[in-house]
């Protein structure tokens, strides 16, 4: 019986020693996990205000928050995590409509620096070009100014040729009056001429546009007497044309003009209406 | 003899507590190697 019951002391002291042990090993292990769970709880605190956090300009608020009493429970810290995950898909989400505007926005960028590239190398041709065309237009505008000039100096010379043509032109027209002047009085020598010398062949000289009228008509002896004579430029044996209004009606030659009247034979081969007082007679 | 056979009765009762304590104890330990999960929650 002593026996036995010595076994089992020295068995309790054991277990005691073993217990001891345990607990001791156990408290370790306690302070740890409650370390880390504390260092975890922070870091989901943490990891959840920086993701809700806004950041201007450009990254909104997020309005939802991770309690930490739920968090600390082990029922609901499931739903607290999920809550973290949902903000931290929301996060990602925004990052990854953020990659694709960026990336969007770098190829529109390249495009546009390519564009860019294009229309600097367009400009510098351009820049060129319009050098080159003041060059040429400064080198116009030189042979402009001298061919201005020379305008001017034609201009100059045409101005004194016109004043010279009107010189010209006015000596013309007085020298033409003068002609006709000398015409006329020659015209009019020679009427007197023919008058005084009785010459057919200068019949023609007399004044063109010379009228007049039949007074007297004898057919017995075929004769007219017209009512102009030698004072209004008439001649012996002119030939004058016999009129009734706008119709032509037959012709007579002068036989003998008289001062302010004349006697004229018909001509037979030109009449084709009897001639009556009041026909018009016309050189 | 009434008083050694008592004793021998609470040194049994004893080892049987000790026992047990060391056993959740031990179990305890085997639990922080493999904790249970609570992710994803259901």
Redesign the interface.
Known sequence: ?GK??RF??I??FL??A??VW??Y??FQ?RVE?KTSVQTLEKAVMDIAQTLTAPKEPYIEAIDQKISQNGLMN?AT???Q??VLETLADNRYEQLFTTKDDLKKTQDELSKTQAELAQTKQDLDTARKEIASLNERITQKETELAGLQQKIGAIETQMAELNRTIEDRKAQIAKIEAEKTEINDENQRLEVELARYLNDPNIVKQMPKGLSGKIVVVNPDWNFVVLDIGTQEGLVNNAYMLVHRADQLIGRVRITNAQAHMAIADIQNDWVSAPLQEGDRVLY | MFF?RL??IL??L??LC??G??TL??L??KS?EAPPS?????
Request: glycine share 6%; no cysteine.
């Open positions: 019986m036995v019951l089992f002391v068995l309790l277990m005691a073993a217990a345990l607990e090993t156990l292990r996990r082990s810290m499931g739903t995590l999920r | 050694i004793m021998g040194v049994v004893a080892t000790f026992g304590q060391i104890q031990v305890e330990l922080y609570v992710w994803p929650p259901k």
